[in-house]
């Protein structure tokens, strides 16, 4: 898969390359652009897929916390 269609998967679901890149590789965003100009290897989709349901999953998790706590006021 081509760099810009990583970048637009992941955009697509809402979380940012910034979360991404720590999540799934351990680098900067910096980095992250520069990966992004090449084409991943299924290994590296692969990492980047776990990444964003993980991130979505932790957001879904803070947002319920938040209407918890907000329903309590």
Same mark, same amino acid.
């Given at each position: 898969m081509s760099g810009e269609e990583v970048r637009k998967l992941i955009l697509a679901n809402n979380v940012k390359l910034w979360?991404?890149? /720590? @999540?799934? =590789? !351990?680098?900067? +965003? !910096?980095?992250?652009?520069r @990966?992004? *100009? /090449? +084409?991943?290897s299924d290994e590296e989709l692969q990492k980047v897929i776990v990444a964003i349901e993980e991130l979505k999953s932790e957001? *879904? @998790?803070?947002?319920?916390? =938040?209407?918890?706590?907000?329903? /309590? @006021?």
């Open positions: 979360e991404v890149a /720590k @999540k799934a =590789f !351990g680098i900067s +965003d !910096g980095n992250f652009s @990966k992004l *100009r /090449k +084409d991943f957001k *879904r @998790k803070t947002y319920e916390l =938040f209407q918890t706590i907000e329903s /309590k @006021k």
